[in-house]
T-cell receptor
Framework: GENVEQHPSTLSVQEGDSAVIKCTYS??????FPWYKQELGKGPQLIID?????GEKKDQRIAVTLNKTAKHFSLHITETQPEDSAVYFC????????????FGTGTRLQVTL | GAVVSQHPSWVICKSGTSVKIECRSL??????MFWYRQFPKQSLMLMAT?????????EQGVEKDKFLINHASLTLSTLTVTSAHPEDSSFYIC??????????????FGPGTRLTVL
């Protein structure tokens, strides 16, 4: 089955700096890669996703890059703000698994003033 | 759009009782819903996949008689924790997959239900 590794487990940045979270996946058949933000006591919120036929996608301060050859994908947050503080999860969906998500272990992002 | 609700948001029950959690897709039809469990400071663990009108598919190690799942309509799935015990205390989260056009892999998550079994 699919295995997703996520690094770092914790990340502290100053407000205004950029944050990068990296994930690797094992199943070359995976073709959909969403990123979720989870605030304390709440459900995960989809913030951006990318499909395997695209190398990069951007939405305002958030971008995701995908390297299919190396089987890794990354989340980039620019101009971080205190409200970006949360736990971020990457996930992968192998083709033919009825959209079952395999999650990474999560990254706790702390944006300090 | 793509809003998923859960009810209740938290519940406290006595050991041995059963608890039902509802998951609703409010503005789309969800042909598939998923139930997850999350322990503190851990990732989400998939418990089962629920397809409308058919039996749920449980992940390995999840007791189907303990966690009863019903997906009676395209907008509602329920999870019943039967004969709950303290070790069942956890954060239960559902997600729904949009069965419409577009990216059908996308899952939208509910706000979660905090279950505490005394």
């Amino acid at each position: 089955g699919e295995n997703v590794e996520q690094h770092p487990s914790t990340l502290s940045v100053q407000e205004g700096d950029s944050a990068v979270i990296k994930c690797t996946y094992s199943d070359s058949a995976s073709n959909y890669f969403p990123w979720y933000k989870q605030e304390l006591g709440k459900g995960p919120q989809l913030i951006i996703d990318i499909r395997s036929n695209v190398g990069e996608k951007k939405d305002q301060r958030i971008a995701v890059t995908l390297n299919k050859t190396a089987k890794h994908f990354s989340l980039h947050i620019t101009e971080t703000q205190p409200e970006d503080s949360a736990v971020y999860f990457c996930a992968a969906v192998p083709r033919g698994t009825a959209s079952k998500l395999t999650f990474g272990t999560g990254t706790r992002l702390q944006v300090t003033l | 759009g793509a809003v998923v609700s859960q009810h209740p948001s938290w519940v406290i029950c006595k050991s041995g009782t059963s608890v039902k959690i509802e998951c609703r897709s409010l503005d789309f039809q969800a042909t598939t819903m998923f139930w997850y469990r999350q322990f503190p400071k851990q990732s989400l663990m998939l418990m089962a996949t629920s397809n409308e009108g058919s039996k749920a598919t449980y992940e390995q190690g999840v007791e189907k008689d303990k966690f009863l799942i019903n997906h009676a309509s395209l907008t509602l799935s329920t999870l019943t924790v039967t004969s709950a015990h303290p070790e069942d205390s956890s954060f239960y989260i559902c997600s729904a997959r949009d069965g419409g056009q577009g990216n059908t892999d996308t899952q939208y998550f509910g706000p979660g239900t905090r279950l505490t079994v005394l």
